[in-house]
């Protein structure tokens, strides 16, 4: 079951706990320091919440609009109304069948007039098997940040 928005404090901390698992922070693409940083980033983006049997957060999924720069790069012809989705679950979650893969469909459904991409790093078996589950289909590669030495896989909601 997903849950949107708005958070309650609860639902805030506890997003603020999963942003800190250093197995999460380290994949997600922007790191958050604060509590200011986290208000913000709810603010900026569209966040929704992957609760549990009791309407527990434990995890999230959210959309959100990339840099011009990262943009250029996809291998795309129509790059209007673009979106990038990310995910993350605890790693004791991990293992409940198709959780995330259900929360990034549930999500896609409510957005039809959004093009979303999604990028897996080559090694990321987990993420790729999500985003396959989910109807993504692999479009092709490029590197996340212009400078970086690997290319992410990079795969588009069909």
């Keep these: 079951m997903i849950r949107t928005k708005p958070f309650s404090e609860t639902d805030k ?3 603020w706990e999963i942003e800190k698992d250093p197995q999460i922070s380290k994949k997600m693409p922007g790191a958050i320091k604060t509590h200011s940083e986290l208000e913000e980033w709810l ?3 569209i966040v ?3 609760c549990d049997t009791e309407n527990n957060i434990i995890g999230f ?9 990262l943009i250029q790069r996809l291998p795309l012809e129509n790059k209007k109304n673009l979106y990038e989705i990310s995910y ?3 790693e004791k979650y991990r293992y409940k069948n198709g959780l995330v893969s259900e929360a990034v469909r ?3 459904a409510l957005y039809p007039n959004f093009q979303i991409v ?6 990321n078996e987990k993420s790729i098997r999500v985003l396959e589950h989910s109807g993504f289909t692999l479009i092709g590669k490029t590197k996340y940040h212009a ?3 690997t290319e992410n896989l990079v795969y588009k909601k069909a």
Aim: hydrophobic share 35%; with cysteine; charged share 20%.
């Design 43 to 45: 603010s900026e983006n």
């Design 13 to 15: 901390l506890r997003l």
């Design 147 to 149: 400078n970086e030495k």
């Design 48 to 50: 929704y919440g992957i």
């Design 118 to 123: 999604a990028f897996a790093s080559h090694d």
């Design 61 to 69: 999924v959210q959309l959100y609009t990339m840099g011009k720069s």
């Design 106 to 108: 549930e999500i896609c």
């Design 88 to 90: 993350a679950l605890p």
